[in-house]
């Protein structure tokens, strides 16, 4: 079975800080993930990466960057948390670009800045 | 622009019957996956279900099935028997060749003992 863990199911933060929100998948999949979820708004994504130190924007990359130095770590930073990035964040992963490829995802954190 | 549809934010369905949640998509791209997802209370997304643009039957696995009617660009997910664990968040998705996969907003299913 495919494992994607996120390092934190819970997270508070104070605005202003610098979050890492850290996910790994043992699949040796070439892409990776990162979305937010809101209510009423659904999954919207932020960031992915088709291979390592590969990145390409989403639907909403602003105030998020990303870092992938290895291909199992795909690493989601919030540059200066403010409270209007409170939320649920899931990472998932596939196994190639093709369009019949699930993605499989974390756990998710719930991520509160103060 | 790719486009998922989920109309009904919360349905309510009796232990052992069936339910229907509906779920429409709109693209120009002649090649696409459908997903459906599960996501229970604690929060993990978990994937139930596949359709290819082109595959000819309807996708099935175990007491899920998609209904897809390509004329009508709809991919509705069928549950039959319904369980109380089935009780959860059920979210439509599309891919393109990119891999990237649009969401619906997600539909709230409620199983009554």
């Known amino acids: 079975d495919v494992k994607v863990t996120q390092s934190s199911r819970y997270l508070v933060k104070r605005t202003g800080e610098k979050v890492f929100l850290e996910c790994v998948q043992d699949m040796d999949h070439e892409n990776m993930f990162w979305y937010r979820q809101d209510p009423g708004l659904g999954l919207r994504l932020i960031y992915f990466?088709?291979?390592?130190?590969?990145?390409e924007k989403g639907d909403i990359p602003e105030g998020y960057s990303v870092s992938r130095e290895k291909k199992e770590r795909f690493s989601l930073i919030l540059e200066s948390a403010s409270t209007n990035q409170t939320s649920m964040y899931l990472c998932a992963s596939s196994s190639d670009s093709g369009e019949n490829q699930p993605q499989h995802f974390g756990d998710g954190t719930r991520l509160s800045i103060l | 622009a790719q486009k998922i549809t989920q109309t009904q934010p919360g349905m309510f369905v009796q232990e052992k019957e069936a339910v229907t949640l509906d779920c429409t998509y709109d693209t120009s791209d002649p090649s696409y996956g459908l997903f459906w997802y599960k996501q229970p209370s604690s929060g993990e997304m978990i994937f139930l279900i596949y359709?290819?643009?082109?595959?000819?039957q309807n996708a099935t696995e175990g007491r899920y099935s998609l209904n897809f009617q390509k004329a009508r660009k709809s991919a509705n997910l069928v549950i039959s028997a319904s369980q109380l664990g089935d009780s959860a968040m059920y979210f439509c998705a599309m891919s393109s060749n990119t891999g990237k996969l649009i969401f619906g907003q997600g539909t709230t299913l409620q199983v009554k003992p």
């Open positions: 990466s088709y291979d390592v130190k590969m990145k």
């Open positions: 359709q290819g643009s082109y595959d000819q």
